[in-house]
C-alpha cells in the first residue's frame, strides 16, 4: 500500500525520469566550501519555475534580511537595489542576471515546492516583484550539511563585501565549527590551542570577504574565556564526511575500495558511494540523487552500482539502546526509499550494499569491532 507522504516522496522526483526531466536534476556537486559561483556558471544555469522554489523558509538561506547599502531609507535597501537593477535590465534589454543562484532538491518530502534556495534570496524576491515567473538557477548537491552552511557564507556578496556576513553571522559559525571539532574528538581541555589554531583557519577563509584573520581569531579567543572547563564531555565518536568514504571504502572493498570521494565526483567503474549522516539528512534527497545518475547513464546499457555508508551525528547519542534504535529507524527509511526506487522505475541504478560504521562511546562505553561494517537490510 502506498502511503499519501510516499505518493508526495515520488511526485518530487517523478519529472526525473524523462529525458527533460534527467536534464532539470544535472547537479552541481559541491564537497568542499570553497567553490565561488561566478558569471561563467550561467552555462549550466537551468530556468527554474520561482513557484517550485521555496525561499521563505527561515533557514533556506544564511543571510536573507540582508541589510541596507546606505543607511538612509526603505528604497536604498538592498532588496530594492536588486529589484531596480533587474527592471533596468529588462528594460534595456540586457540579462536579468550575471550569476545564477543556487538551489538544491528540496530536504522535505512533503514540501509544495521542489527546491530551496541556497544562495540568491535577494534575486529571486526582485524576479517575483518584476513579475517574472522563472530564473536562472544552479541545482547543486552537498556532502555534509557543515559543507552547505560554509558555502553560503562563503558566497555571500563578493561584490558588495562589508554587507556579506555580520558578526551574528561569524560568532554563530565559530560556535558550530568549535562544537564540530569537540564531536570529532578534540578534547577542550587538553586540546584548546589545536581548536583555537583549526577553527581560526577554517572560519577566517569562511569568511574572508569582510573579516580578516585577526579578527577572526580574537573571537575564537573570547568563546572560550566565556566557557566553564567542564562545559562539554565528548560521549561517543563521530565521523567526517571523509572519515566515512575512507572507511566505507575498505569495509565494501571490491571497486568500491577505489573510491576517495562521496557521489558522482568519485565515480570510477561505473560504482558510486555515498556517505549519509542519517541524523540530519533526509533520504529522499539521495533519492533525487539516484534520479540523477540514472539520467546521466540514460543513453548507456551499462548499469551504475551503489554503495551506502551511513552513520549518525554520534555525539548526540548517549546510550547503545539509542544507538540500535536509531539503526533501525534508519534501515526502514533505506527499505522505504528503494521501495520507491522500484516503483519509480530506476532499473540502471542499483544499490548494491548499505553498511552502518561501527560505533563507540569515549572512555570505558560499549566499543564496536572498527574493523567491522555493521550490515544495513537491503
Known sequence: M????QSNFEEAFSTALTTEGAHRYRALEIECFNRRIIAEDMSRALDI?????????????????????ATSAEEKSHLMQVSQTIANRLQTGRSTLDVPIVVRLHPNPDAPQKYIVVLGNHRIRGFVKNGLKSIPAIIATFSDPKTLRRFQKYNNDPEAPAKANSED?????????????????YDPNDNKKDIIKLVTTEVSEVVANNWSKQQVALRVNNWFDKQDDTFYTPKVKAYTCQDAIRLGAQMLGGQYAKLEKSG??????????????VDSTNLATYLGYLMMLQGSI????????????LRHRTAKISDYETLVQKRADAARSVVEMLNCVKRL???????DKAIFLPQYMAEGSYKEDECAPIPCPL
Not at 553571522?169 to 574528538?185: F, N, P, Q, T, Y
Open 2 to 5: 502506498v502511503t499519501a507522504q
Open 49 to 69: 519555475p520561482i513557484e517550485e522554489i521555496d525561499f521563505i523558509d527561515e533557514g533556506a538561506q544564511s543571510r536573507q534580511g540582508g541589510g541596507d547599502y
Open 169 to 185: 553571522d561569524l560568532l554563530k559559525e565559530i560556535d558550530d565549527s568549535i562544537l564540530e571539532a569537540i564531536e570529532l574528538g
Open 264 to 277: 558522482n565526483a568519485g565515480l570510477k567503474g561505473r560504482h558510486v558511494l555515498y556517505s549519509i549522516d
Open 298 to 309: 540514460a543513453n548507456h546499457n551499462a548499469n551504475i552500482k551503489v554503495g551506502l555508508v
Open 345 to 351: 522505475g530506476i532499473k540502471k541504478v542499483i544499490v
